[in-house]
């Protein structure tokens, strides 16, 4: 009978140690819970919080060509721009580019003046044709400012060579600030220099990387012919004779002299 008793206190000893043990674990087990629920709750914050700080301080630009950064000048453009301006991105929904998004994010934030604004074209198929005639390439940009527009054509803002041992084209870098930055600049300005090419003299013809750069610097490109026309035009900001072959006439040497006395270029 004494052994029975032991027995029973034995076992309601155990008891109430396994009931302490329980305890203390469950005790640490809640604490562990608790504080993982604390973490969780900091990190969905803190994400939240970072979502709202502009990208240039939450992103760091690893790529070697610098590809969403952009540069002193577009930086001081944007700031000291007035006007409102706005970046139409032409792009079937899931088919965009991560360079041209996250660049165009860029000019968002650096003047409240630009609002960019996707344009799916499955869902508006006639968008595009407010402002050009032509086939609009996916994932180009329209700039739009007032009565002005300048489209910016994807493939433009992508550099290309030809590789002669595969005589394909490789991709060689990425101008999209340069392309943007331009139409910006021209959708915004009220006056355009223009640059008159001198023609009538079997002139070597400008070439497409040539023309390109000019109009990228948002310079009008007319021809002139001083035989058929009294004088340099006023508007003109520069005149360009390009490897005449044929000699020019006293006539239109003596309008190009007249031009340069009156401060031409």
Do not use: W
């Not at 709750?41 to 610098?66: G, H, M, T, W």
């Not at 001081?76 to 991560?98: H, N, T």
């Not at 870098?173 to 640059?195: C, K, N, R, W």
């Amino acid at each position: 009978m004494k052994k029975g008793k032991m027995n029973i206190k034995k076992a309601i000893s155990d008891y109430k140690e396994r009931r302490a043990r329980n305890k203390k674990v469950l005790k640490h087990g809640s604490y562990s819970i608790g504080i993982t629920a604390v973490i969780i709750a900091i990190v969905v914050v803190f994400n939240l919080v970072i979502q709202e700080v502009p990208s240039k301080y939450r992103e760091i630009d690893l790529s070697s060509q610098k590809l969403y950064s952009i540069g002193d000048q577009t930086e001081k453009m944007l700031k000291d721009l007035d006007k409102d301006v706005e970046l139409y991105y032409i792009v079937q929904d899931g088919a965009e580019s991560s360079d041209i998004e996250k660049l165009l994010e860029k000019y968002e934030e650096g003047s409240e003046h630009i609002k960019v604004e996707k344009k799916d074209p499955a869902v508006y198929p006639t968008f595009t044709s407010q402002y050009t005639s032509d086939n609009v390439t996916n994932n180009s940009i329209i700039a739009v400012c007032g009565d002005k527009n300048k489209v910016i054509d994807y493939y433009s803002m992508y550099e290309t060579s030809i590789n002669y041992q595969t005589y394909s084209q490789e991709v060689t870098g990425f101008d999209g600030e340069g392309q943007i930055t331009s139409a910006i600049h021209y959708v915004t300005s009220e006056d355009m220099p223009v640059l008159y090419t001198l023609e009538g003299h079997d002139e070597v013809s400008m070439s497409e990387t040539m023309k390109d750069t000019i109009q990228k610097a948002n310079i009008d490109i007319q021809s002139l012919n001083l035989l058929s026309s009294e004088t340099v035009p006023e508007d003109a900001a520069c005149l360009f004779l390009f490897s005449p072959v044929a000699d020019l006439t006293e006539e239109e040497t003596q309008k190009i002299l007249d031009y340069l006395e009156n401060g031409g270029k």
